[in-house]
């Protein structure tokens, strides 16, 4: 791996752990709850977390330059919740914008076992031959629509490997409550969490976390499960100290309680 790779890697994984925040949920829902105003919602939480990932669009309209993490640049999209078929992405963003913006890695989703698994991993493996000249790393999304009904870990380890075969240098994938540690094990590149459908309590959203930190993750790439909970700040805090400071579930409530008040 040469100077650059690793160099952009370490700023987005520092001590091999990553707290990701994406806000990238607008390219296929639109306005969602607690991004109406994305810069607004992330300006806080920067302090606890190690990267945003976001579109190109959002990035420039949204996020101080002056005042930025490093940036994981969503590059495949082109759907839409109203539309067909969520797995019917391409590839949106060049790597003359990719660099332009500066971003230290890009993400691409594969949806696998779709009508477009092919199209996807295509999408997949050609921003890894783009991307991979310059030193950028990429990220593969290990996405499944509206069929959330897929997330085993035979599915999820299935997935993920496919991903790190074709080159990505992370992937990202759901957590499953069932053999995570297969999915971990069976993939040659770090794997991160996504963080699904918001959780109903904080208790949930730290429990999985760090049970999945305990299997083999590197990290985590939440969003709605911070930036919609009642106290984001607080949440952002806990996930934190589960992922870089190898705290429990107990002592990350306990700081969550106590940034609360």
């Given at each position: 791996?040469?100077?650059?790779?690793?160099?952009?890697?370490?700023?987005?994984?520092?001590n091999g752990k990553c707290f990701f925040m994406p806000i990238d949920h607008?390219?296929?829902?639109?306005?969602?709850?607690?991004?109406?105003?994305?810069?607004?919602?992330?300006a806080p939480l920067m302090p606890y977390v190690d990267a945003l990932f976001c579109t190109r669009g959002s990035l420039r309209a949204a996020i101080d330059p002056l005042a930025?993490?490093?940036?994981?640049?969503?590059?495949?999209?082109?759907?839409?919740?109203?539309?067909?078929?969520?797995?019917?992405?391409?590839?949106?963003?060049s790597v003359d914008d990719i660099i332009r913006v500066n971003a230290q890695a890009v993400g691409v989703s594969v949806f696998i076992g779709s009508e477009y698994e092919k199209q996807t991993l295509k999408n997949l493996a050609t921003l890894v031959n783009d991307c991979e000249p310059y030193g950028i790393p990429v990220m593969a999304v290990t996405a499944v629509g509206k069929e959330m009904e897929k997330r085993t870990a035979r599915y999820l380890a299935l997935c993920c490997r496919i991903a790190a075969e074709l080159g990505a240098k992370v992937v990202k994938t759901y957590w499953c409550d069932k053999d995570f540690d297969k999915v971990i094990n069976g993939c040659p590149v770090p794997v991160i969490m996504a963080g699904g459908p918001k959780c109903?309590?904080?208790?949930?959203?730290?429990?999985?976390?760090?049970?999945?930190?305990?299997?083999?993750?590197?990290?985590i790439n939440l969003?709605?499960?911070?930036?919609?909970?009642?106290?984001?700040?607080?949440m952002s805090k806990a996930l934190r100290a589960v992922v870089h400071d190898n705290a429990t579930v107990k002592q990350a409530k306990e700081i969550y309680d106590e940034t609360k008040k």
């Open positions: 791996m040469d100077w650059g790779m690793r160099n952009r890697l370490n700023q987005l994984m520092p607008g390219y296929f829902q639109g306005p969602t709850t607690g991004l109406e105003k994305p810069g607004e919602t992330v930025s993490k490093p940036i994981v640049l969503r590059a495949s999209g082109c759907t839409s919740m109203v539309g067909k078929d969520l797995a019917n992405e391409d590839i949106t963003t109903n309590t904080e208790i949930e959203v730290l429990e999985f976390v760090y049970d999945g930190m305990q299997k083999g993750a590197v990290g969003g709605r499960n911070v930036w919609q909970s009642p106290q984001p700040v607080a």
